[in-house]
């Protein structure tokens, strides 16, 4: 059971064709075999009837025929098919008894021959029919008659043999087999691309606009295709009465946290008023985190061709300015289709991270075949590696990692992976050695 998986095509085109293939196979190899079992054999006796019935009549009108004349009237008779010509002597032995190997084969070829034709002439027996295959043409068959006054009628012909007609079949079935896989091919091509359209913008579902599809194919592709695009329409009301209300929420939030940091102001106690005023910038740092987070969700800024370096370095200044400790290297400049926005604050996002848990932050960005690479290091504890892969979820919080006095919901590296998405790119964090963290945003595009 394990065989076929392995071996069995993963594509519908290719799965379709193995399965007409193996049909077409089947049919002619039983085609074939019932060819070569009884085709082969019913034209070879025809051939040696006939061969048998025109040996018969040339001698009967040799022996009729002047001497000086039979020459002459053997080469009228001759054709394409049947030479014949009169001598003294025979150009054929008696047939003889089969040897070893391929002379056994060809003796034995040449007894079923002769058998055939005296079966339909029996009278050959009495005029010494010997007959004997040429060595120099596997095909061709060489034969002597006597005749009544001791001379002798030679004849050549060609013959079949026992896979030479099942050779030239296969040869036509083949290309036949050919064409109709052609042909298939191309059909499939057609009838299968409104599967590959629907594979591409299911794959492009939840990265942004919803991709509609056309509704064309045969009625079970234009009902999958009706049913897609309904779903598309579904989740994306649903996603956006779900970032609407939550924005909302959001933005109502601001108000009160307005008024309550105007009263903080009519607090005396100043440690008390200094520790109101940090929650309060808590909050709203949450809040934006938030908000920028579900932005991301409905976002449908446009890509277009920006200079990423200058972006980057634009980042990294600004931190620098702020008094963080960010070193960057890389090239002066290195353009890319992307979204600007989206991708710079990717980028900050990063650096705020490494610095905050990391005390520094390095970022590298480079070039290769791949692809444009931007990396952010830091110095921090880094992340376990089995948390990897769930950092990436909203909301989440690795405590261990990050001291009790920090701020955030844990939607740093979510919006990072949520950008990377969009873009068509990766986000791609692992630990450093011995200690910190890469994170890597993937650009599988050149310059």
Known sequence: MRFWPRFWPRGL???VMSVLLVAILLEFMGSAILYERFGTFSSREEKAEQLAEQIMVMSRLLVDTPTDSRAHITRKLSSDHLSINWAQAPVAMPVQEPG?????????????????????????????????????????????????????????????????????????????????????????????SPLRVLASAADAAGHGTPVMIAERGSRDLRMLAKAFNAMQVRISELIDSRTKALAAVGHDLRT????????????DDAFARSAMTKDIDEMEKMLNSVLTYLAGEKSDEPRRLVDIATLTMTVTDDAADMGQPVIYEGPDSLTLMISPLRV????????????????????????????????????????????????????????????????????????????????????????????????????????
């Open 100 to 192: 070893h190997g391929r002379e056994q084969q060809r003796a034995e070829e040449t007894q079923r021959l002769w058998n055939m034709m005296v079966q339909e002439e029996p009278a050959l027996v009495q005029k010494d029919l010997r007959l004997v295959l040429d060595p120099a043409h596997a095909h061709q068959v060489q034969g002597s008659v006597r005749l009544a006054d001791g001379s002798y009628l030679n004849f050549s012909t060609r013959i079949q043999e026992r896979w030479d007609r099942f050779y030239q079949s296969l040869f036509s079935l083949s290309i036949l087999i050919i064409g109709v896989l052609t042909a298939a091919a191309l059909v499939i091509r057609v009838l299968g």
């Open 13 to 15: 085109m290719g799965q």
């Open 344 to 447: 710079k604050r990717a980028i900050g996002n990063l650096v705020e991270n490494a610095v905050k848990y990391g005390d520094r932050a390095f970022v590298t960005l480079y070039c290769d075949d791949e692809g444009v690479h931007l990396v952010v290091e830091d110095e921090g504890p880094g992340i376990p590696d089995d948390m990897l892969v769930t950092v990436l979820e909203p909301f989440l919080r690795l405590d261990h990692a990050r001291p009790r006095n920090t701020d955030g919901l844990g939607l740093g590296l979510p919006i990072v992976h949520q950008v990377m998405q969009r873009e068509g790119g990766e986000l791609r964090l692992s630990n450093r050695v011995p200690h910190g963290l890469r994170a890597e945003m993937f650009f599988p595009q050149t310059r």
């Open 256 to 267: 009160p946290l307005a008024r309550l940091r105007l009263r903080t102001e009519l607090v």
